[in-house]
C-alpha cells in the first residue's frame, strides 16, 4: 500500500515536499516514481529512483526544479518541489515498480495528493 501525503495550496514560487509512505517489507526492491495528472489531461511522468536511491530520473520540464529521494529505511520516497507554477497543479501519484518513466513499468499506486499552485 502507498499513501502520499504533502500536497496542499501553495503560491507561485513556492516549494512543497511530498512523502508516499509504503506499507511491507518489500520497499527497498522496487524502483519508485512520481506522476501526476491535471485536469483533462493524460497522466504524466515525474520524476523516478532506482531501488538503491541511484539514478534519479526527471521529465525534461521539471529538471532543476523537482528533486525525488528515497529512505530505504523509513519506507518512503519524498519529491521536493520548487519553484512551483501554476502548471505544476495535478494530482500527483507515487508508485512503485520497475525503474523507468513509462506509467505500465509500476504495479503499484497510490491514491494521489492535491497540489494547487496558486495565488
Known amino acids: 500500500q502507498l499513501v502520499e501525503s504533502g500536497g496542499g495550496l501553495v503560491q507561485p514560487g513556492g516549494s512543497l515536499r511530498l512523502s508516499c509512505a509504503a506499507s511491507?517489507?518489500?520497499?527497498?526492491?522496487?524502483?519508485m516514481a512520481w506522476f501526476r495528472q491535471a485536469p483533462g489531461k493524460e497522466r504524466e511522468f515525474v520524476a523516478a529512483i532506482t531501488r538503491g536511491g541511484l539514478f534519479p530520473k526527471y521529465a525534461e520540464s521539471l529538471q532543476g526544479r523537482f528533486t525525488i529521494s528515497r529512505d530505504n529505511a523509513k519506507n518512503t520516497v519524498y519529491l521536493q518541489m520548487n519553484s512551483l507554477e501554476s502548471e505544476d497543479t495535478a494530482v500527483y501519484y507515487c508508485s512503485a515498480g520497475t525503474y523507468g518513466s513509462a506509467a505500465d513499468k509500476y504495479d503499484y499506486w497510490g491514491q494521489g495528493t492535491q497540489v494547487t499552485v496558486s495565488s
Open positions: 511491507g517489507r518489500t520497499f527497498s526492491t522496487y524502483a
